[in-house]
């Protein structure tokens, strides 16, 4: 269950921008844009450091990069989409996430290579639920009324209830995908083995 416990970790660890920023698909949207920026230029200082700084200098350097990053990209937001300003203090914290998917690889449970593929299930999940949570929530998406009526599906989606529960549900849905992914292999070894025994 490593790959699940993983991702589990990835969305409870990143929950501040998950739940927060997930309100419209624009929030999250930003919300998105931010956190890969602010990942790509943090990576980068980690590189450019990791032979010049000891390590606790380097985890310094590795807050201030991404944190600068987003205090201007969150500041910024409002004037490049259709936002209000006050998400912009929650945009300027998502900006610290990537080194939430930094602390994931380096637990001893954590699959090697494995930030990657969580960063983007991270970034995509942010992504759906912005659209998902403003479609039932509110019955627009990106601000564009989707229902005949005008109304919301389900408001409860646009609340912070709702975000709990979106993510509770991602997290059931990834680890019975893992479940199921596991007794794939189980099944496909004991074939194999029962081919060469043959």
Same mark, same amino acid.
């Given at each position: 269950?490593?790959?699940?416990?993983?991702?589990?970790?990835?969305?409870?660890?990143?929950?501040?921008?998950?739940? *927060?920023?997930?309100?419209?698909?624009?929030?999250? /949207?930003?919300?998105? &844009?931010?956190?890969?920026? +602010?990942?790509?230029? &943090?990576?980068?200082?980690?590189?450019?450091?990791?032979?010049?700084?000891?390590?606790?200098?380097?985890?310094? +350097?590795?807050?201030?990069?991404?944190?600068?990053?987003?205090?201007?990209?969150?500041?910024? +937001?409002?004037?490049?989409?259709?936002?209000?300003? *006050?998400? /912009?203090?929650?945009?300027?914290? %998502?900006?610290?996430?990537?080194?939430?998917? %930094?602390?994931?690889?380096?637990? !001893?449970?954590?699959?090697?290579?494995?930030?990657?593929?969580?960063?983007?299930?991270?970034? %995509?999940?942010?992504?759906?639920?912005?659209?998902?949570? !403003? *479609?039932?929530? @509110?019955?627009?998406?990106?601000?564009?009324?989707?229902?005949?009526?005008?109304? *919301?599906?389900?408001?409860?989606?646009?609340?912070?209830?709702?975000?709990?529960?979106?993510?509770?549900? /991602?997290?059931?849905?990834?680890?019975?995908?893992?479940?199921?992914?596991? +007794?794939?292999?189980?099944?496909?070894?004991?074939? /194999?083995?029962?081919?060469? @025994?043959?």
């Amino acid at each position: 269950m490593s790959l699940s416990n993983t991702f589990e970790k990835t969305l409870i660890l990143g929950a501040y921008p998950l739940l *927060a920023l997930t309100v419209t698909a624009y929030e999250a /949207t930003a919300a998105s &844009a931010i956190v890969i920026l +602010a990942a790509v230029l &943090a990576s980068a200082t980690m590189l450019w450091l990791r032979s010049i700084l000891p390590k606790p200098l380097q985890w310094l +350097a590795i807050v201030a990069v991404p944190g600068a990053v987003a205090l201007g990209a969150g500041l910024l +937001a409002p004037y490049l989409l259709p936002l209000p300003t *006050a998400v /912009t203090t929650r945009l300027a914290v %998502a900006g610290i996430t990537p080194i939430v998917f %930094a602390g994931c690889v380096t637990g !001893e449970q954590a699959p090697k290579g494995s930030i990657l593929p969580m960063f983007i299930s991270f970034v %995509a999940v942010m992504l759906i639920a912005g659209i998902v949570r !403003e *479609a039932l929530g @509110n019955g627009t998406v990106f601000m564009r009324q989707i229902t005949p009526s005008g109304h *919301a599906a389900a408001g409860i989606m646009g609340t912070p209830t709702g975000a709990f529960l979106f993510l509770g549900t /991602t997290m059931i849905a990834a680890r019975l995908l893992a479940r199921r992914r596991e +007794a794939d292999a189980s099944t496909g070894e004991r074939q /194999t083995l029962q081919r060469g @025994n043959r």
